[in-house]
């Protein structure tokens, strides 16, 4: 299993930028999956960026070229780069790993995008 906690998230005006992390108990390198997703109020949680194993990167298209998702292995670190925000990308984000056939969550954090 692994556990996940998140960091960063917060208030910013549209345009602007915002760093998450997300830390893993154990190494990113034996996690099948792992990366971001978000959930809007009444909406559904959607893949934003995601590490799948053996190096693929996934993005949604809504947040491409705007986002960068990196890791720091060393850390069992992933990380999450948002620029030129929108007032659209208001949720709450989650960091999401899968291991075998299990998911796991982080605990979401907050963002706000003011226009």
């Known amino acids: 299993q692994v556990q996940l906690v998140e960091s960063g998230g917060g208030l910013v005006q549209a345009g602007g930028s915002l760093r998450f992390s997300c830390a893993a108990s154990?190494?990113?390198?034996?996690?099948?999956?792992i990366g971001w997703y978000r959930q809007a109020p009444g909406k559904q949680r959607e893949l934003v960026a995601l590490?799948?194993?053996?190096?693929?990167?996934t993005y949604a298209d809504f947040v491409r070229g705007r986002f960068t998702i990196s890791r720091d292995n060393a850390k069992n670190t992933v990380y999450l780069q948002m620029n030129s925000l929108k007032p659209e990308d208001t949720a709450v984000y989650y960091c999401?790993?899968?291991?075998?056939?299990?998911?796991?969550w982080g605990q979401g954090t907050q963002v706000t995008v003011s226009s």
């Open positions: 999401y790993a899968a291991l075998s056939t299990r998911t796991y």
């Open positions: 590490f799948i194993s053996g190096g693929t990167i």
């Open positions: 154990r190494s990113v390198n034996t996690i099948n999956a």
